[in-house]
């Protein structure tokens, strides 16, 4: 949609927006100042009561701002809220202003939406702990920076959200901090996401800079979707600057995208309370660099190998991850890998130039998943904390609720029509046929592997018999209301949000892309071109429907075989090629190991030595010329001493032997002196003669 | 042939050389004395010699009068002063005078 | 109130004369006595801030009378954007080290004799405006320095106080030639910076030339650069809480004061020049060297110092680039540094007067014991890592911006940084902060109510300039582009004198 139209009708501001991310901020605040005297006279549940309103308000916000979007014009759906005047330096301008549209809209939603459900739901799982202030604190201070993220109308104050929900990341996954492996996984997430911050620094500076050289200097995102075009023919190293700030900002994402190779971080941040691993490393912060890249459209649309690249790495790490979570035996792993995984499918999405898509699956995968992390700590939680799914099972006769909301959380996932998974997953493989059949192979592939192993996880957790102890048996039961009630709502949204997205092949109108469509510039354009060629693919799209829906259901039939019915033995799979491929898939590869050979342990013998080389090579100097100095002194002093002094001493020396000798003469004997007396006379009268 | 200025300046010279040896060589200081004692007085023969012989005039004679007159205080400080010596080292032996030795 | 810069340089001095007066015995009297006299200073400061003029770059609240009038030499004081900042972060830091400074409890009169001598000196470095003033005040912030960090430090102390006691003097010497350079080059020979100044057009290349380079070593050695850094982790260590305190926040801004106020206006042809080699690329070798140094190191102070040096390379970065945001990134960094770095070096204190030993790997879980604690050490630690919505976020991203624009290979070297730092600083906090706590510590107490105060102040600025960077940035900005259009405006001296 011409966006240039978009920004010459009057800008429609809404002073609401500011408390969506504001509020948040203040229960945040709150909480770290006197969240221990809440704790202490109201019981957690002042705490979390009070944390919980805060995004409860912002959905509501959000719902409302979302209805005054949709009485506005497609085409001037945009309210803004400028609230200060941040940095004005030179040509660059960026103020603390929130913009909504379309996108943003989506992403509150899910944001505000899912945010709340999960702290309430953290009132629950929370129950035995001391610094629940802390947590809610934390989680809230996490709202706060994800809505400026998504709600930020320019580079610099998205970044603030970026690193902000970077660092709740960082203080959530480490909350339990006791523990040193926490505290590790925390650093682990916040240094590995740095490494991508450092990609979108360096895209974002250039980006800055370059439309600076075209005469339109501005940072925010409508400023820069209304001059991209003015990039078209700049270079920068012999390459289009719209392909190296792309495939920066890329960098940038796949840090906190969780992309190859910058995924590490992810699993290890399980280590969390499982509420965190839902919000954060499922639903809202991951999604971060997809929304960036949604919202960079126009711009990924200019670069066309840097769009190779983001959906070549989605595919692979789709398929990559998958193959990991085939193994794991830790049930929080086994869905770190999906989330990792369907992030990929994600990106193959925005990759392949259907941000629609990418965007849908986002939102999808926000419930499914998110269900199905609360679920699992549902499951953790009764079990006392034991996440290792081999002394599971038989669990859906003791929690009933949890099962079912689970199970449909999982064949949503499966891509089972007509579940939510399947919709926005379907979506994204077709659009990455049509542009390259390789990409759609990894992704049916990854597909058939996360039917499967989702499904081994259903059946070893809640089917069969119980493996765990007696005594954990014994206390068996469904969790509070607090934790399911989350849970049914989530599952609720995983059948129904595929609805939003169906596409013209199977008779909807797909309302989603609608609705996004005046954010996705340029993209009707495609949707027309699609709607034409349509008719001709239509076979095409149902027989890769069919295909998807055949492998997921082939994918589950083989779990079932494996185990529930026990017919097959996962040994036959586990000895397959010398036991090498298991072993490699149940280590991750190595990758991490390998991460902490080449990276930190090369990192720290460079730090060692240059402390090193600081302290012996130049403090060395420094001391040396010390040492060179003394000696120098030593020399002049011995110089004096020896010469200077010396020479005084010598004349003095030489007039005492000089006297030594002429005091001789004095014999103090009379006749002496008298002798010389007549001698002299005696030569000098003679002399006087001559 | 009288006796001319050569037989008193004759007279004189041997009077000085003998004066001249003992202040040479005696060990004793009154030796020395006598000595330079015998020196004036050679020195006196020769100025009167002169006076009478030479030049017209009594100044020979004069300073004659004049070297007798210092001969006689220079012998009372010279033996002054040998007795303030012999006092001391009980002895005026000149070879034992050395305390101007440098 | 036109006198208000002779005031806030004096009366710390009256403060020091007061101090010596008292009996030798009277601690609390004398400490109490100290820091009622930096109170003042701190409030005037306040008052220049709000009544400084932002649309002007000129020079404000000048005094002006003759002192050596067979020299030429004035008592000429008076502030731009650039100084004013300087001077109210001195001021701002002054009395959080007396503060910081009350558990001295040997030689307390001459203690706080000393700092108050300091505190002189800074405030008179940045108000002056007549070179020898300014020599004269920058030689008296060495004397109490060796003093302070010799007498009253760790067991290196000696060694530490001689090593930057003579090393900053060399550099002084080096500054006094180039003053004189400068003196007797002008007809007629002046040590008025402002007709150094102005004159500048006039220098031969050559003359700027050696002019630069002097009064650059002299300055690096301050900032300070590499390879002229070695005594700064010397010198942290060994002094101090209260000194390291304001040796970083203050003394090491001397140094990029300096070239900003000598090297830029009055050698701008030399800038030019050298700005690439001896700013930009030291600059980014400072910023990695520091940051990878630090890394390694297993003393707590040491990594705060290397982490100074490695901060203190944006500011060089951001000179460079001659751009609007470079060189207002880099006074900002200049500011920011002094608060956050001050943070640290105050929180490292609170636990090394508990704990009385500083290794990094001696500590542990330390969060579960001083929760308040815990939480100052992360605004601050984050900030040094350059968070968003905290101070120095804002300075180094603009710092990185002007350097994009002035070389990128050198901007993508210099912004590989921010995954190091994050490294060293999250290490650092993870093995002192967290984990399982340490039984020796386990019964550590909290902040104290007067090391709240020195904290709190600089926390919330921290974070009311990461909302507000302008707050400080209006005060800049105007002094900044007119010195940057100084430099790049420079060219060839058109009569240059012999």
């Given at each position: 949609m011409d966006h240039a139209a978009a920004h010459h009708v009057a800008e429609q501001t809404s002073h609401l927006l500011r408390w969506i991310p504001l509020l948040p901020l203040l229960g945040a605040v709150v909480n770290f100042l006197v969240g221990v005297r809440i704790q202490r006279a109201f019981g957690r549940f002042g705490v979390a009561a009070l944390a919980s309103a805060m995004p409860i308000l912002s959905f509501f916000l959000v719902v409302a701002s979302f209805f005054q979007l949709r009485a506005l014009p497609p085409e001037g759906r945009v309210l803004f809220d400028n609230v200060m005047p941040w940095l004005h330096i030179g040509s660059f301008n960026a103020d603390i202003a929130f913009q909504f549209d379309p996108l943003t809209a989506v992403m509150t939603l899910v944001v505000t939406g899912i945010g709340s459900l999960i702290h309430i739901y953290s009132y629950g799982y929370m129950d035995h702990e001391p610094s629940a202030w802390r947590f809610f604190a934390l989680l809230n201070l996490f709202m706060f920076a994800m809505l400026t993220l998504v709600m930020g109308d320019n580079f610099l104050l998205m970044f603030l959200g970026w690193e902000g929900v970077g660092l709740c990341s960082w203080g959530l996954i480490g909350f339990w901090y006791s523990e040193i492996a926490n505290a590790q996984a925390g650093n682990k997430a916040f240094i590995v996401n740095r490494i991508g911050d450092f990609g979108f620094i360096l895209g974002f500076a250039l980006l800055f800079w370059s439309l600076d050289a075209a005469g339109h200097a501005t940072v925010t995102f409508r400023g820069v979707a209304e001059h991209a075009h003015s990039l078209t023919d700049m270079t920068v190293w012999g390459w289009p600057v719209v392909t190296v700030i792309t495939l920066f900002l890329f960098v940038g994402a796949a840090g906190k995208s969780a992309q190859i190779p910058l995924y590490i971080w992810l699993p290890d941040a399980m280590a969390g309370p499982t509420p965190v691993s839902a919000l954060i490393h499922a639903a809202t912060m991951v999604t971060a660099g997809v929304y960036m890249i949604a919202r960079l459209n126009f711009l990924y649309d200019m670069a066309p190998a840097t769009q190779t690249v983001v959906a070549t790495v989605g595919a692979c790490t789709a398929l990559f991850a998958a193959t990991i979570g085939l193994a794991q035996n830790d049930i929080k792993k086994v869905l770190a890998y999906s989330t990792v995984s369907q992030l990929g499918y994600m990106f193959i999405g925005v990759g392949v130039g259907a941000y629609t898509a990418g965007v849908f699956h986002l939102v999808t995968h926000a419930f499914f998943k998110a269900c199905l992390f609360l679920g699992s700590g549902s499951v953790i939680h009764a079990m006392h904390h034991?996440?290792?799914?081999?002394?599971?099972?038989?669990?859906r006769r003791y929690m009933p609720v949890t099962f079912w909301t689970f199970l449909i959380a999982t064949v949503a996932i499966a891509g089972i029509p007509p579940l939510a998974g399947f919709f926005s997953k379907d979506e994204i493989l077709w659009k990455a046929f049509q542009k390259d059949p390789t990409l759609w192979a990894l992704g049916y592939a990854g597909a058939a592997m996360t039917a499967f192993y989702m499904f081994r996880l259903v059946f070893m957790t809640f089917f069969g018999e119980c493996r765990a102890d007696h005594h954990t048996v014994e206390h068996l039961h469904e969790s509070s209301r607090w934790m399911t009630m989350p849970l049914v709502v989530l599952a609720i949204g995983s059948v129904t949000v595929g609805f939003l997205g169906v596409p013209p092949a199977l008779g909807g109108s797909n309302l989603f892309e609608q609705w996004l469509a005046p954010v996705m510039a340029g993209h009707q354009l495609a949707h027309d071109a699609d709607a034409e060629h349509g008719h001709h693919d239509l076979t095409l799209e149902y027989g890769l429907m069919a295909a998807s829906i055949g492998i997921a259901l082939a994918g589950i039939g083989l779990a079932w075989l494996m185990y529930h019915r026990k017919a097959l033995r996962p040994e036959i799979f586990a000895q397959a090629a010398g036991g090498w491929a298991y072993k490699a898939v149940y280590n991750k590869y190595w990758v991490d190991e390998a991460f902490y050979a080449v990276f930190l342990g090369g990192t720290l013998g460079l730090a060692r030595a240059f402390a090193w080389f600081d302290q012996t090579v130049i403090d060395g100097v420094v001391n040396g010329s010390a040492v060179v100095t003394r000696l120098a002194s030593r020399i002049n002093g011995a110089f004096d001493f020896r010469i200077i002094d010396g020479l005084v001493n010598l004349t003095a020396d030489i007039i005492h032997g000089f006297g030594g000798f002429v005091r001789r003469f004095q014999t103090g004997s009379i006749n002496a002196y008298l002798y010389v007396v007549v001698m002299v006379v005696t030569a000098v009268l003679f002399a006087q003669a001559w | 042939m009288g006796v001319g200025l050569v037989h008193y300046l004759a007279v004189g010279l041997v009077l000085f050389c003998l004066g001249l040896f003992c202040v040479l060589t005696r060990r004793n200081a009154i030796g020395v004395l006598m000595g330079v004692e015998l020196i004036l007085n050679a020195a006196n023969v020769n100025f009167i010699a002169f006076s009478r012989f030479g030049v017209a005039g009594y100044d020979g004679q004069v300073f004659s009068i004049f070297v007798i007159m210092l001969a006689a205080a220079e012998a009372a400080i010279a033996l002054a002063i040998v007795l303030g010596i012999y006092r001391r080292q009980r002895s005026i032996d000149v070879e034992s005078m050395r305390l101007l030795q440098g | 109130m036109e006198n208000i810069l002779t005031y806030m340089t004096f009366i710390p001095l009256a403060g020091m004369v007061a101090v010596l007066a008292m009996p030798r015995d009277a601690h609390e009297l004398i400490k109490k006595v100290a820091l009622a006299f930096t109170i003042p200073p701190l409030l005037m400061a306040i008052w220049l801030y709000m009544n400084f003029d932002r649309t002007t770059d000129g020079v404000q609240f000048m005094i002006r009378h003759p002192w050596i009038a067979s020299y030429n030499i004035q008592y000429l004081m008076g502030v731009d954007g650039l100084s004013v900042t300087m001077i109210l972060l001195t001021a701002l830091l002054c009395p959080i080290c007396i503060l910081a400074s009350w558990g001295i409890d040997k030689g307390v009169k001459g203690y706080f004799a000393l700092f108050l001598l300091l505190n002189t000196g800074m405030t008179g470095v940045f108000s002056s405006l007549d070179f020898f003033l300014f020599y004269i005040f920058w030689e008296v912030m060495l004397l109490p320095m060796y003093f302070l960090i010799g007498i009253w430090g760790g067991p290196r102390r000696e060694y530490a106080a001689i090593k930057f006691f003579l090393y900053t003097l060399f550099g002084s010497v080096l500054m006094l030639i180039a003053m004189l350079g400068l003196y007797f080059y002008n007809e007629p020979h002046t040590f008025d910076m402002l007709v150094l100044m102005e004159n500048a057009g006039t220098y031969s290349r050559q003359f700027q030339w050696w002019a630069w380079l002097a009064l650059f070593i002299g300055f690096a050695i301050k900032i300070p650069a590499f390879p002229f850094h070695t005594w700064l982790p010397d010198a942290h260590v060994e002094a101090p809480t209260a000194i390291s305190v304001i040796l970083a926040g203050v003394l090491l801004k001397m140094g990029t004061y300096g070239i900003l106020r000598v090297n830029f206006p009055m050698l701008p042809l030399a800038t030019q020049e050298f700005a690439f080699w001896a700013l930009a690329a030291l600059g980014t070798l400072n910023i990695v060297y520091g940051a990878l140094c630090a890394m390694a190191q297993a003393d707590m102070k040491k990594l705060v110092a290397y982490s100074s040096i490695s901060h203190m390379g944006y500011v060089m970065l951001g000179m460079a680039t001659l751009t609007p945001q470079g060189i207002n990134g880099a006074v900002l960094q200049m500011f920011n540094h002094g608060t956050v770095t001050a943070m640290l070096f105050l929180l490292v204190g609170v636990i090394y007067d508990r704990a009385h030993h500083r290794q990094i790997d001696g500590f542990g879980g330390l969060a579960s014991v001083m929760p308040v604690y815990t939480g100052l050490m992360t605004i601050a630690f984050f900030a040094a890592l350059g968070l968003p919505g905290l101070s120095a976020f804002i300075s180094e991203v603009l710092v990185l911006l002007g350097a994009w624009r002035y070389s990128m290979p050198l901007t993508i070297v210099a912004a590989s940084a921010v995954i190091l730092t994050a490294g060293y600083m999250l290490w650092m906090l993870q093995r002192v902060w967290l984990g399982p706590v340490n039984e020796k510590y386990a019964k550590m107490e909290d902040v104290s109510v007067r090391e709240m105060v020195t904290l709190v102040p600089l926390a919330i600025i921290v974070i009311v300039l990461g909302v507000?960077?302008?707050?400080?940035l209006d005060l800049i900005n105007p002094t900044l582009l007119a010195l940057n259009a100084t430099v790049a405006n420079a060219t060839e001296a058109v009569a240059a004198l012999p």
């Open positions: 034991e996440q290792d799914m081999r002394n599971m099972g038989g669990l | - | 507000y960077p302008h707050a400080v």
